[in-house]
C-alpha cells in the first residue's frame, strides 16, 4: 500500500550522527516496503567503522544488511565485523562480503539492528514469528545499543496484542510443554499452538527445536512475571518477547519516519 510520507522526522532525543543528510520535507508517495527501506537506512547510519554490529533478520532488517554491504564496498564503512541473526542472514550477509563472527569471538556487540513484530508503548518487543528469537535475543543482549526497525502497523496497546507470542521449546515432549504454557495463561485467555508447516510437520528453529505460538485474548499483565514464569518450565528454550531491551525503536509510517527513545 503507498502512503504519503516525509522522508524523515527526527525524535528530540536521540542525536542524528553529523554525516546524516539535511532532508527536505517535501511529500512523496512510498510503498510500505520503501518506507522500510527508509527506515533501515536511518539505523545503519549509526553504524561506525571499527564496529561489530549484530545483524538481524527479515525484511526489514534485510534492508539494513544489504545497506552495510553497500557502504562497506563504496569505502565509507570499514573493518566492520557482523554477527548474523540467523541462518538465514548468514546467508546473505556472506554473500554480500560483509565479515562475519560470532559471539564466542565478539561477546561484545556495539550495536544490533532487526525488526520486531509488535512494539508496545514502553518499547518492548515481541519478535520470533520467523523462528530465530532465540539468536536474536542472544546477540541484541549482547549488544551495546539495539535499535529496532518497524512500520507503524508494529505498534500495539500490550505484548501479544496482534497475534502470537513465540516459545521456542525442545522437541521432547512439545505437547506436554505446550499445554503446560497454555495453562500459566489461562486468565488472559491464552490458546497454545504448536507451529507446523504446510504438510503438518512441526516448524524446526536454526537450533533444531520446536516453536510454540501463544495466543492472548488479554493483556498478560506484568511482562518480567509472565517471562519467569515461561522461563521455569524445563522445556522451554527461549521465549519471544524482549523486554526493556530495545534503546531506539525507528518507525515508519504515513507521516514519514520517526524515533522514539526508551523511556
Not at 553504524?47 to 534485510?62: I, N, P, W
Not at 516448524?203 to 511482562?223: A, P
Not at 528454550?237 to 514519514?256: D, K, L
Request: proline fraction near 6%.
Amino acid at each position: 500500500m503507498a502512503v504519503p510520507c516525509t522522508p524523515f522526522i527526527a525524535s528530540e532525543n536521540l542525536s542524528t550522527p553529523s554525516s546524516a543528510p539535511s532532508l527536505s520535507p517535501s511529500p512523496v508517495i512510498l510503498s510500505q516496503d520503501e518506507l522500510k527501506k527508509i527506515a533501515a537506512y536511518k539505523a545503519v547510519e549509526f553504524v561506525q567503522s571499527g564496529m561489530v554490529v549484530g545483524l538481524g533478520t527479515g525484511s526489514t532488517a534485510k534492508h539494513a544488511v544489504d545497506r552495510i554491504a553497500d557502504l562497506l564496498n563504496q569505502g565509507k564503512l570499514k573493518d566492520i565485523v557482523g554477527i548474523p541473526t540467523s541462518k538465514q542472514t548468514h546467508q546473505q550477509a556472506s554473500s554480500l562480503g560483509i565479515p562475519l563472527s560470532d559471539l564466542d569471538t565478539h561477546p561484545t556487540v556495539d550495536l544490533a539492528i532487526d525488526g520486531a513484530d509488535e512494539v508496545d508503548p514502553d518499547l518492548n518487543l515481541v519478535k520470533g514469528r520467523g523462528g530465530s528469537l532465540l539468536r536474536e535475543k542472544m546477540i541484541e543482549g549482547a549488544a551495546r545499543k539495539f535499535v529496532v526497525i518497524v512500520d507503524e502497523s508494529k505498534w500495539v496497546p500490550y505484548v501479544g496484542a496482534s497475534g502470537a507470542m513465540p516459545v521456542e521449546v525442545v522437541p521432547f515432549c512439545s505437547k506436554y510443554t505446550q499445554d503446560c504454557l497454555q495453562k500459566i495463561f489461562e486468565y488472559a485467555g491464552c490458546v497454545a499452538e504448536l507451529r507446523t508447516l504446510s504438510g503438518g510437520q512441526p516448524f524446526l528453529t536454526d537450533n533444531g527445536n520446536h516453536i510454540v505460538n501463544l495466543f492472548f485474548k488479554s493483556d498478560v499483565g506484568d511482562l518480567r512475571a509472565a517471562s519467569d514464569a515461561i522461563h521455569r518450565l524445563p522445556g522451554v528454550i527461549e521465549h519471544g518477547m524482549f523486554i526493556g531491551m530495545a534503546t531506539a525503536v525507528i518507525v515508519a509510517g504515513e507521516s514519514g519516519v520517526t524515533v522514539k527513545n526508551k523511556p
